[in-house]
């Protein structure tokens, strides 16, 4: 086992493997995301900008970029090789999760201001904006060929198409919040989890 060392200043929101298992990426309340060698532990890099707690950090597919959500309103793309920042703007409140699409062109995020944004990866361009849900999102995510975009948020499920922002179909069937959904590898299902104690497949 090898334990990362001391380099945040208080918790961890997330971690996560590069794609080539190589790195570590945390997401702090100190505001901070940092990069950790697999191997040997030693911090690489950290990735600074955000004005408060940093929520969420992933890789892109390529493992060349970072994304990270903050609680300032704010997703950021940082380039690993350049040092690059795209400040993803456009939400009134704090942005709880951001995922890259398949190909890495694109960014989609959730936030409490009920809404999930699509942005142009390497402009930082908004492109589409995802509404309909009235609370809060804890998460969105892509379908596995990109052209589908899954939001949950209140008691329902929300699918998108991502090219024009247009929303396809609204699942409902759970009683409380749903707290999760992801896509089957071949986008034929949907398994989405709640506060009602269920999982449901769509």
Known sequence: RLVLPVGHTSSL???VFSPDGKLVLTASWDQTSRIFDV???KELQVLLG???IVNSAVF???????LTTSGDSTARIYDLQTGKVQVLSGHTSSVYSAVFS??????LTASDDSTSRIYDVQTGKELQVLSGHTSWLYSAVFSSDGKLALTVSDS????????TGKELQVLSGHSLWVTSAVFSADGEYIITTGFD??????
Request: no cysteine.
């Open 50 to 52: 955000h004005t408060s």
């Open 39 to 41: 191997e040997t532990g």
């Open 102 to 107: 398949p190909n890495g062109k694109l960014a």
């Open 60 to 66: 892109s597919p390529d493992g060349k970029l970072v």
């Open 156 to 163: 329902t499920v929300r699918i998108y198409d991502v090219q």
């Open 197 to 202: 104690h269920k999982t449901m497949r769509s």
């Open 13 to 15: 929101n997330s971690a």
